[in-house]
């Protein structure tokens, strides 16, 4: 397969960008730079872009990650913060990326792929995949203001889509609700953007599930591979 055609099929970006990519040297086959766009790559040859190693689709990896906050959830930062791809150091040598973005304070369910196609497709704002979180805000929240997030809340100048948001508790003592939220779009910090709206301070924030994938039994900063049922259901 030629050398573009083999990095779009990798999901590293459309073949016209892959030629930019050979021609400006970032790609190496078998440990040498290799310009030549009719370089045609073989089952045996090792590709590499910016030194991370890329694999066709049945070679992708696919992680369900537990990300506690106090890391980025970008692969790096020009702050120099920790980022997701320190609590996978087995796959440093790979091109591995997040689907969507949790920010710096906020934990739970990450994905993190080597499927460029997948990432795309999932993170693109017509894929409407749910995304349900645990948040705790202080202070109470009434019925009614429940069903204002519900029904969509201005932030950023644009309404929200709507919502589903079930009030999991009240901590008498501490005077925090604990919410269940699940919204279907990923703007930039959403969740605390809504609760904002409404002055209500989120104080905790988790992501449990992305569609039907559960985090489940992923212990904070640790991560465990997607099955194969698990990748078809993103996949769908
Ligand atoms: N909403 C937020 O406020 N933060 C996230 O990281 C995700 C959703």
Request: proline share 2%; charged share 30%; net charge positive.
């Amino acid at each position: 397969m030629r050398i573009n055609k083999y990095l779009a099929s990798c999901g590293i970006s459309s073949r016209r960008k892959s030629e930019e990519l050979v021609v400006s040297g970032k790609v190496k086959i078998n440990g040498r730079i290799i310009k030549d766009l009719s370089y045609l790559v073989k089952k045996t040859d090792l590709v590499t872009v910016d030194n991370k190693k890329v694999f066709l689709n049945e070679k992708h990896v696919y992680l369900m990650l537990n990300k506690p906050k106090g890391f980025v959830s970008t692969t790096n930062d020009d702050l120099g913060r920790k980022t997701v791809l320190d609590l996978a150091p087995a796959f440093r040598d790979t091109r591995l990326f997040p689907i969507g973005r949790l920010d710096y304070e906020t934990e739970g369910l990450l994905l993190l792929t080597t499927d460029g196609d997948l990432a795309n497709k999932l993170m693109h704002p017509s894929h409407q995949i749910s995304k349900t979180y645990v948040a705790k805000i202080e202070g109470e929240i009434t019925e009614e203001e429940i069903k204002k997030l519900e029904s969509g809340i201005v932030i950023d100048g644009i309404k929200t889509k709507k919502s589903k948001i079930r009030l999991a508790g009240f901590d008498t003592e501490k005077k925090i609700s604990r919410l269940e939220v699940i919204i279907s779009e990923g703007r930039n910090r959403q969740v605390r953007k809504m609760f904002d709206a409404l002055n209500k301070e989120v104080i905790f924030l988790k992501r449990t599930a992305i569609g039907s994938l559960q985090l489940g039994g992923v212990t904070r900063g640790t991560y465990r591979e997607l099955n194969a049922k698990e990748i078809a259901s993103l996949k769908k």
